[in-house]
Protein backbone atom coordinates (compact mmCIF):
# COMPACT_ATOMS: atom_id res chain seq x y z
CA UNK A 1 0.00 0.00 0.00
CA UNK A 2 2.51 2.43 0.69
CA UNK A 3 3.95 2.06 -2.77
CA UNK A 4 0.43 3.01 -4.12
CA UNK A 5 0.45 5.98 -1.82
CA UNK A 6 3.88 7.87 -1.11
CA UNK A 7 5.33 6.97 -4.51
CA UNK A 8 2.18 7.69 -7.07
CA UNK A 9 -0.66 9.20 -5.15
CA UNK A 10 2.13 11.92 -3.23
CA UNK A 11 3.16 12.72 -6.64
CA UNK A 12 -0.12 13.38 -8.02
CA UNK A 13 -1.10 15.22 -5.52
CA UNK A 14 1.96 17.61 -5.24
CA UNK A 15 2.02 18.14 -9.02
CA UNK A 16 -1.92 18.14 -9.97
CA UNK A 17 -3.44 21.47 -10.98
CA UNK A 18 -6.45 20.96 -8.57
CA UNK A 19 -4.03 19.99 -5.82
CA UNK A 20 -0.26 21.13 -4.66
CA UNK A 21 0.40 21.52 -7.79
CA UNK A 22 0.23 25.53 -8.01
CA UNK A 23 2.78 25.48 -5.12
CA UNK A 24 5.09 22.60 -5.81
CA UNK A 25 4.86 22.93 -10.01
CA UNK A 26 2.15 21.65 -12.36
CA UNK A 27 3.09 18.93 -14.33
CA UNK A 28 0.76 17.31 -16.12
CA UNK A 29 3.24 14.42 -17.37
CA UNK A 30 4.26 13.30 -14.17
CA UNK A 31 0.84 13.15 -12.97
CA UNK A 32 -0.47 11.18 -15.56
CA UNK A 33 2.92 8.26 -15.31
CA UNK A 34 2.22 8.20 -11.62
CA UNK A 35 -1.02 7.55 -12.67
CA UNK A 36 -0.06 4.66 -15.16
CA UNK A 37 2.72 3.29 -12.19
CA UNK A 38 -0.52 3.01 -9.42
CA UNK A 39 -2.05 1.18 -11.66
CA UNK A 40 0.49 -0.83 -12.20
CA UNK A 41 1.06 -1.25 -8.57
CA UNK A 42 -2.63 -2.50 -8.30
CA UNK A 43 -2.52 -5.47 -10.22
CA UNK A 44 -0.90 -6.73 -7.01
CA UNK A 45 -3.86 -6.13 -5.34
CA UNK A 46 -6.11 -7.63 -7.68
CA UNK A 47 -4.53 -10.77 -7.80
CA UNK A 48 -5.21 -10.86 -3.88
CA UNK A 49 -8.78 -9.70 -4.41
CA UNK A 50 -9.19 -11.99 -7.35
CA UNK A 51 -9.68 -15.24 -5.13
CA UNK A 52 -12.96 -13.77 -3.86
CA UNK A 53 -11.53 -12.65 -0.06
CA UNK A 54 -13.59 -9.67 1.36
CA UNK A 55 -10.60 -8.01 3.00
CA UNK A 56 -7.19 -7.89 1.53
CA UNK A 57 -6.08 -10.05 4.37
CA UNK A 58 -8.35 -12.59 3.82
CA UNK A 59 -11.57 -12.52 5.97
CA UNK A 60 -10.36 -10.64 8.66
CA UNK A 61 -10.51 -6.72 8.65
CA UNK A 62 -7.46 -5.06 9.16
CA UNK A 63 -5.75 -1.77 9.00
CA UNK A 64 -4.23 -2.74 5.47
CA UNK A 65 -8.04 -2.13 4.78
CA UNK A 66 -8.31 1.03 5.88
CA UNK A 67 -5.32 2.22 3.62
CA UNK A 68 -6.19 0.76 0.66
CA UNK A 69 -9.51 2.17 0.69
CA UNK A 70 -8.21 5.71 1.49
CA UNK A 71 -5.98 4.78 -1.95
CA UNK A 72 -8.60 3.29 -3.92
CA UNK A 73 -11.00 6.80 -3.03
CA UNK A 74 -8.04 9.22 -3.87
CA UNK A 75 -7.07 7.65 -6.87
CA UNK A 76 -10.54 8.06 -8.33
CA UNK A 77 -10.33 10.99 -7.25
CA UNK A 78 -7.64 12.47 -9.49
CA UNK A 79 -9.14 10.37 -12.23
CA UNK A 80 -7.50 7.10 -11.96
CA UNK A 81 -9.22 4.09 -12.89
CA UNK A 82 -9.08 1.18 -10.59
CA UNK A 83 -9.29 -2.72 -11.20
CA UNK A 84 -11.90 -4.30 -11.94
CA UNK A 85 -11.55 -6.53 -8.34
CA UNK A 86 -11.17 -3.46 -6.54
CA UNK A 87 -14.40 -1.86 -7.56
CA UNK A 88 -16.77 -4.09 -5.36
CA UNK A 89 -13.77 -4.58 -2.44
CA UNK A 90 -13.82 -0.32 -2.29
CA UNK A 91 -17.89 -0.63 -2.09
CA UNK A 92 -17.51 -3.47 0.98
CA UNK A 93 -15.73 -1.45 2.82
CA UNK A 94 -17.21 2.24 1.84
CA UNK A 95 -20.77 0.25 3.48
CA UNK A 96 -19.33 -1.00 6.79
CA UNK A 97 -21.05 1.39 9.74
CA UNK A 98 -17.62 1.86 11.12
CA UNK A 99 -15.62 3.29 7.82
CA UNK A 100 -19.42 5.42 7.36
CA UNK A 101 -19.03 6.79 10.92
CA UNK A 102 -15.62 7.55 10.59
CA UNK A 103 -16.33 9.41 7.22
CA UNK A 104 -18.79 11.43 8.74
CA UNK A 105 -16.47 12.17 11.31
CA UNK A 106 -13.77 13.60 9.24
CA UNK A 107 -16.56 16.11 7.45
CA UNK A 108 -15.51 19.37 7.46
CA UNK A 109 -18.45 20.55 9.58
CA UNK A 110 -17.94 18.03 12.40
CA UNK A 111 -13.96 19.06 12.44
CA UNK A 112 -14.68 22.82 12.56
CA UNK A 113 -17.72 22.27 14.77
CA UNK A 114 -19.77 24.62 12.00
Known sequence: MTELDSTSLCVM?????????????????????????????????????????????GDRFTSADILLTTCLDWAMAYGVEISDHAHPYRERIHHRPAYQLGNKANEPAAVTGA
Open 13 to 57: RRHSANALGPIYGIAPEVVSKAGEYFREQLRHVDAALSDGRIYLM
